[in-house]
């Protein structure tokens, strides 16, 4: 998935927007874009547009971000929506792999009301808009063969422990402890073979800086990015998409090793190519052809 974007589940006129944007997956929110007086409205909303979307071809993926589990919300969510089959549910304010586990047994007994394949409900989860969360991240590991992605926070996070602000002051670079959150999803995505997604940049007017930002995401290792705009939609989407030139070299890698296959380590015009970048150049070719299919 390159690109997510969010829908508040209680605005129809979004919802009715958001499959021709362009995006891989929408996330039809029940938490923050909704409030406490909607979240009954919103639940309906969210299954019958999931019912609606489902046999359509070529839809995007869609995914429902429930409330947090230490609310009195989430199963009420997982009830509502679950049963109209979504691609995923994504975890907001999780805690620990602890509440993975929790939510996929939850997912269990919904798909089984609903006569659903046991575990075709993937989830997302948001690992560091809890303190307690960034002090344990190796629980996500291994946490639920359901565990599809991973990604970060900062608003909340930052909420949290009562910072001013979490940018420097140009407006856009991360300070040092939201720099901390997201390298530690990237190494805990890798970890717990998830992909890595890369948190909103909430700036919607600021086509540049979301730009380098995508970029920046790309260059460590990041396969995708939410948004929260359809403006943001099409940026997201080139920046993820492999270049030709990634392309063309991954394939030279790939096609070396196979002249070689037992070779460990080959040189492509004088640089040192191990099976590390062989492993890298099959990722970056999935990808293209994910971006293809999309
Ligand atoms: N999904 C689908 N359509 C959206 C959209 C979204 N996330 N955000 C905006 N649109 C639509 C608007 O309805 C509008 O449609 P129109 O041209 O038919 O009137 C159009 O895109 C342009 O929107 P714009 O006027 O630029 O923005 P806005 O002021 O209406 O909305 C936000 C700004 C931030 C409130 C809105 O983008 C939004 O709700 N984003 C998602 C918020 C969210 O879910 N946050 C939770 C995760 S952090
Ligand atoms: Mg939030």
């Known amino acids: 998935m390159r690109s997510m974007l969010f829908v508040p589940a ?23 874009a909704v409030s406490l007086s909607r979240k009954a409205a919103a639940r309906p909303l969210a299954a019958q547009y999931i019912t609606e979307m489902r046999p359509r071809a070529g839809r995007p993926l869609i995914y429902v971000r429930i409330n947090a589990l230490d609310t009195n919300l989430w199963e009420e969510d ?41 575990g075709s409900t993937r989830i997302v ?32 996070l930052a909420a949290a422990v009562g910072a001013r602000t979490n940018r420097e002051a140009d407006n856009r670079t991360w300070t040092s402890p939201y720099r901390l959150a997201r390298d530690l999803c990237l190494f805990t ?30 260059r460590d290792g990041f396969t995708g990015k939410m948004a929260i705009h359809p403006n943001q939609v099409a940026v997201i989407n080139e920046v993820f998409t492999p270049t030709a030139e990634e392309i063309a070299f991954s394939e030279e890698i790939i096609g070396v090793f196979a002249d070689n296959p037992d070779a460990g380590v080959v040189a492509i015009r004088g640089n040192m190519i191990d099976r590390a970048h062989a492993a890298r150049a099959e990722r970056i070719l999935a990808r293209a052809k994910a971006a293809k299919r999309s």
């Not at 209680?10 to 499959?19: I, P, S, V």
């Not at 890595?196 to 995401?217: I, K, M, Q, S, W």
């Open 125 to 156: 989860a948001i690992i560091t808009e809890t303190p307690v969360s960034m002090l344990q991240l190796n629980t996500y590991v291994g946490s639920s063969s359901r565990l599809e992605g991973l990604t970060w926070g900062a608003e909340d």
């Open 189 to 218: 995505a890798a970890a717990a073979n998830a992909q890595p997604l890369d948190t909103v940049y909430v700036n919607f007017r600021d086509d540049e800086g979301l730009r380098n930002e995508c970029r920046e995401a790309v």
């Open 10 to 32: 209680d605005d129809e006129k979004k919802l009715g927007k958001g499959a021709s944007i362009g995006a891989d997956a929408l996330i039809l929110d029940l938490e923050d």
């Open 78 to 118: 997982v009830a509502a929506v679950v049963g109209s089959g979504p691609d995923g549910v994504m975890l907001p304010k999780a805690r620990s792999g602890a509440d993975v586990h929790t939510l996929s047994i939850a997912l269990n007994m919904a798909e089984e009301r609903a006569g659903l394949q046991a």
